[in-house]
């Protein structure tokens, strides 16, 4: 009697295939979203960052003779006009709500958000890097404006 040999996998090596392919996008998942996570954070420093490199720069211009400076405002520079400027000027995406702008005025830490708001003469610039804003996450910035 002659033994045919199947060709094919048995439902066990099949089986084995499936667990190991679901074990491996389980582990791609968890590494995605650590990731993103990390892109976030690192994108909402970075705007805080070039906002206030921004700001200083432009609240200069009045001091060096310019007639107009941050978003179109007019010189002399002053803090609240410094806010609006800015506030129109900066179209950043929030990392965490791309559906909003990064950069409002406002005096509240908003995860992903950059806040402008006016105290005397300063513009102080805050930023919340993760959810739930705790003290090491906050970001917070004083631009004086002569």
């Given at each position: 009697m002659k033994k045919i040999k199947n060709k094919g996998f048995t439902l066990i090596e099949l089986l084995v295939v499936v667990a190991i392919i679901g074990i491996l996008a389980a582990v791609g998942v968890v590494a995605y979203n650590g990731y993103t996570g990390a892109a976030k954070v690192s994108a909402t420093k970075t705007i805080h960052a070039q906002t206030v490199k921004y700001m200083s720069a432009e609240i200069q211009k009045c001091s060096l003779g310019e007639s107009t400076f941050v978003g179109g405002q007019s010189c002399p520079a002053t803090n609240s006009k410094a806010v609006t400027g800015a506030v129109a000027a900066l179209k950043d995406k929030n990392p965490y709500?791309?559906?909003?702008?990064?950069?409002l005025s406002s005096s509240s830490y908003v995860v992903g958000q950059v806040s402008l708001s006016t105290s005397g003469t300063n513009v102080i610039v805050r930023s919340c890097n993760k959810t739930g804003c705790a003290t090491a996450d906050k970001q917070e910035s004083t631009i004086a404006v002569d």
């Open positions: 709500s791309t559906s909003n702008n990064a950069v």
